[in-house]
């Protein structure tokens, strides 16, 4: 990766809508919000985009975190993030929660809350993830990833497959109790 190149990253999968820009200029932006994600995400982008003096013809990669946390909004950020970077034509790459979370070569272990009086837990060596999450018992706070961190963990990844949400666990949706209907031709 060029070091001038300009990354966007995009966070939405917890209680913040964040995005960061860096390469030349750092500009981070972010929201404390539960809900209302996908309505604010572009004008926050724009508006980082603007404070940089750079349009999203200037962005040459883009960085989202893919979760794990909030279903929707995990969805959102990567939703977003696959369509601006097909667009733009350049890379998009998945930086999960945990990874934004883990400081640059630390060994250790990230905790974020997970319901019931659960926690998800990933460790790291030296910053690279050690299989995958796991949950057990515990109480984590549930801490917001810097999106200067998402950026800089996608300049240094190579592009691969285009990202997709990280889900721990399965959809709470029920099924509808009524059968849909018979369709005639």
Avoid at 30 to 51: K, N, V
Avoid at 163 to 185: E, I, K, N, W
């Amino acid at each position: 990766m060029n070091a001038q190149q300009v990354i966007l990253a995009i966070d939405t999968s917890a209680g913040q809508c964040a995005v960061a820009l860096s390469g030349p200029i750092e500009v981070a932006k972010s929201q404390q919000m539960s809900r209302g994600h996908a309505e604010a995400l572009f004008p926050m982008i724009e508006d980082a985009l603007a404070s940089a003096g750079l349009s999203y013809g200037d962005v040459q990669r883009i960085g989202v975190c893919t979760g794990p946390g909030s279903f929707t909004g995990v969805r959102v950020a990567v939703a977003a993030a696959r369509g601006l970077a097909l667009g733009l034509g350049v890379p998009s790459i998945g930086v999960t929660r945990f990874e934004a979370l883990a400081p640059p070569g630390w060994t250790g272990t990230v905790t974020l809350p997970a319901r019931g009086g659960t926690i998800w837990s990933q460790a790291f060596n030296d910053g690279a993830p050690c299989g995958y999450p796991s949950q057990t018992d515990g109480v984590a706070e549930d801490l917001m990833p810097d999106p200067l961190a998402i950026a800089r963990i996608a300049a240094a990844r190579t592009p691969g497959l285009a990202p997709a949400p990280l889900y721990l666990r399965g959809a709470d949706a029920a099924l509808p109790s009524v059968p849909a209907p018979v369709l005639l031709d």
